[in-house]
């Protein structure tokens, strides 16, 4: 029997109605994994009431809220989107990590290490060529950077992808759904062994620029940059990117982010706010000493299809795409006006996710950047 993978999405502003019609187009049996994305906006008691009820109380089904939604046609808001996996040879595990606020170390690396004990007891060994890792956190905790480096040095090589929930761009609170109801505070950890081959992958589209932000001050902690070359970091920002610092904007934010390079290869590091003090709140940990440059953004577009044309290279158009798309590049898609285009690649490939407020790729969390776990329509 062949993997099968059933999507579906309904823009339904009633839960229940959104919830049937999204069970109408997902439901299997025998699913051993539901995912579904909704709308921070939904009733959200109304909306897991409405799942318990069409998917049973013990269903395998997880999910989050997000900033927007990656449905079968594309990126929606104020939506529900779904997809179910079924069929031979698939084994999940999920593990629920609760109380980020007080995380450590040893708690990632356990979880990591329970789940895929798991899958090995579920009739064989997990490990890099066979199994993913598939990661979901709680976006406003401000825990996934020491939650990817613990789990994913635990998995012995497996690949982890992920998104952090969102909350649209209000950025209040964030929830996870598990075991029937929504959660705060919390991660989960999915490990998938797939008898279908796939492909994890992440893309960004911007370059370095050569002029050079050394960070003087930060609370890590706290994810605040206080001081960018010795001056009040807002400031130094704001004259690097050529505009005021009354003028800086979640849309700058986005066009402009800051990038840092590791071992040759660009990770985005981008700016949630301006506080009040002049400082900076990033989405990211940022520590002082840390070397940033202001980048300068590419075609997304031509961006984004390259990544695709890279996974269906390697394993064929796609079945599903776990698809981890950052907020800022939502706000850079719809202030573009090339939302169609990213649209038609999303349908292409079929993408199923949600905009973040936040992207795990193996052990790093980044931003502006599009993650995601591409599964091939046939078995190996």
């Not at 990656?70 to 109380?99: F, K, N, Q, W």
């Not at 589209?205 to 001081?227: C, I, K, N, Y």
């Not at 400082?279 to 075609?299: H, K, M, N, Q, Y």
Request: charged letters at 15%; a negative charge.
């Amino acid at each position: 029997m062949s993997l099968r993978i059933k999507r579906a999405g309904s823009s339904a502003a009633d839960p229940a109605v959104a919830v049937a019609e999204v069970f109408a187009g997902v439901h299997q049996p025998d699913a051993a994994l539901t995912i579904f994305y909704c709308s921070s906006r939904y009733d959200l008691p109304a909306l897991a009431a409405a799942m318990v009820d069409r998917f049973g109380a013990d269903a395998p089904l997880l999910g989050c809220t997000t900033a927007a939604e990656i449905a079968p046609t594309g990126y929606h808001e104020g939506s529900l989107t779904a997809v179910s996996l079924a069929g031979a040879g698939l084994a999940v595990r999920v593990e629920r990590i609760d109380a980020l606020h007080a995380f450590e170390l040893e708690q990632g690396a356990a979880a990591a290490l329970r789940a895929r004990d798991a899958l090995t007891a579920h009739g064989g060994h997990a490990d890099a060529t066979n199994t993913f890792a598939f990661l979901l956190a709680d976006g406003l905790a401000s825990q996934e950077e020491a939650l990817v480096t613990s789990i994913y040095h635990a998995l012995g090589g497996i690949q982890l992808c992920g998104g952090s929930a969102g909350d649209g761009v209000r950025f209040e609170q964030t929830h996870l759904f598990h075991g029937g109801r929504f959660h705060t505070d919390c991660a989960l950890l999915t490990l998938v062994r797939s008898p279908a081959p796939f492909r994890v992958f992440k893309t960004e589209h911007f370059v370095p620029s050569s002029e050079q932000l050394v960070v003087t001050g930060a609370d890590p902690g706290r994810r605040v940059v206080t001081e960018i070359n010795g001056e009040p970091a807002a400031v130094e920002y704001a004259r690097i990117c050529g505009v005021p610092a009354e003028a800086l904007t979640p849309l700058v934010f986005a066009t402009h982010p800051v990038v840092v390079t590791l071992g040759g290869s660009v990770f985005v590091r981008s700016i949630q706010k301006v506080n009040p003090d002049g400082s900076l709140t990033f989405f990211c940990a940022i520590d002082e000493g840390i070397v940033l440059r202001v980048a300068r953004g590419g075609d997304m577009v031509e961006n984004l299809a390259d990544a695709f044309a890279g996974v269906v290279r390697e394993i064929g158009v796609p079945a599903l795409v776990l698809g981890c798309d950052c907020v800022l590049r939502y706000l850079e898609i719809e202030q573009g006006q090339f939302r169609p285009a990213i649209d038609a690649l999303m349908t292409r490939h079929n993408v199923i996710g949600f905009a973040t407020y936040g992207e795990q790729f193996n052990a790093m969390h980044v931003n502006q950047t599009f993650t995601g776990v591409a599964i091939a329509a046939t078995q190996g």
